[in-house]
């Protein structure tokens, strides 16, 4: 008769070490994933340049004071070249002048504030004062 320790597996002769961290797999799968970042972040900047939501630098003599979208490629800007400032339409292919003016001796600024955006703010206000006090 046989004791029951005889029937224990206690040898482990399939045994399979663990995959090694670096391997061609591995790789890649992380140089697709930092090219897929890479396209995210180049499509990123061309949707913020192509959309002008990048402001331009001024260059040169001339400065681009405002610009405004009227229709899906049409754009009405406004240019400084000295103390002149053009008013352009601006379409693909076509650049013409609709106004000339001089430069104003105040540089535009933000809109008039709005009254009700003003009491808001003051409520506001007087509300988070209130809380910390």
Do not use: C
Request: glycine share 8%; charged share 15%.
């Amino acid at each position: 008769m046989l004791s029951l320790p005889v029937f224990a597996d206690t040898a482990k002769p399939n045994y399979v070490p663990p995959p090694s961290v670096i391997s061609t797999d591995n790789m890649l799968q992380m140089m697709g994933g930092l090219l897929l970042v890479l396209m995210i972040i180049g499509g990123a900047a061309w949707l913020l340049k192509r959309f002008s939501l990048i402001p331009a630098t001024a260059a040169g003599v001339i400065k681009v004071v405002a610009a405004s979208g009227v229709g899906q490629r049409e754009r009405v800007v406004v240019v400084e070249i000295d103390n002149t400032w053009l008013v352009l339409g601006v379409a693909p292919g076509r650049v013409n002048k609709l106004h000339a003016l001089q430069k104003p001796s105040d540089p535009p600024g933000p809109a008039q504030a709005n009254p009700a955006a003003d009491a808001f703010a003051d409520q506001l206000n007087q509300s988070i004062h209130k809380d910390h006090a």
